[in-house]
């Protein structure tokens, strides 16, 4: 049993290890060479593709690294999967795209728009998953 004394210094020094673990880590975590967000590559097309995600609400439908909805086919790496004319003939189609039986809302995008979403479904494809590189959505029918 310890003394009211020892029980005060082994939670002050648990403390204090437990205290500079958590710093150490938090640097560790903010050096650039662990950077794995890809940020550098960020510019208006990638910024605008960005903006027509978030206007048209993809992400009630589709999925990027796991967060959205499961509705639809994951988007992290689509562009490797599919390919760029693929997803801009899907965003510029004047009819529902309707893929496996899930009808895709139609936005008759124009080139410009269409492939600014496509700049930010690459950028979003660049980004270090740490070996993770097959992000699929736990409802999917099939692993493409």
Same mark, same amino acid.
């Given at each position: 049993?310890?003394?009211?004394?020892?029980?005060?210094?082994?939670?002050?020094?648990?403390?204090?290890?437990?205290?500079?673990?958590?710093? !150490?880590?938090?640097?560790? &975590?903010?050096?650039?060479?662990?950077?794995?967000?890809?940020?550098?590559?960020?510019?208006?097309?990638?910024?605008? !593709?960005?903006?027509?995600?978030?206007?048209?609400?993809?992400? !009630?439908?589709?999925?990027?690294?796991?967060?959205?909805?499961?509705? #639809?086919?994951?988007?992290?790496?689509?562009?490797?999967?599919?390919?760029?004319?693929?997803?801009?003939?899907?965003?510029? &189609?004047?009819?529902?795209?309707?893929?496996?039986?899930?009808?895709?809302?139609?936005?008759?995008?124009?080139?410009?728009? #269409?492939? #600014?979403?496509?700049?930010?479904?690459?950028?979003?494809?660049?980004?270090?998953?740490? !070996?993770?590189?097959?992000?699929? &959505?736990?409802?999917?029918?099939?692993?493409?």
């Amino acid at each position: 049993m310890l003394s009211k004394s020892q029980a005060r210094a082994f939670f002050l020094g648990g403390t204090l290890v437990t205290f500079l673990i958590f710093i !150490g880590l938090t640097i560790y &975590s903010f050096m650039p060479r662990n950077d794995q967000t890809n940020y550098t590559k960020i510019d208006k097309q990638v910024v605008r !593709g960005k903006e027509l995600w978030e206007t048209n609400n993809c992400m !009630g439908c589709h999925s990027i690294m796991g967060e959205g909805g499961y509705y #639809a086919p994951e988007l992290t790496k689509v562009v490797e999967r599919r390919g760029e004319g693929y997803i801009k003939a899907a965003l510029m &189609s004047p009819v529902p795209w309707a893929p496996n039986g899930r009808k895709m809302v139609v936005y008759k995008m124009n080139e410009k728009d #269409a492939d #600014a979403v496509v700049a930010y479904l690459k950028w979003i494809g660049k980004i270090d998953l740490n !070996g993770f590189e097959r992000v699929v &959505s736990p409802l999917a029918k099939e692993n493409n």
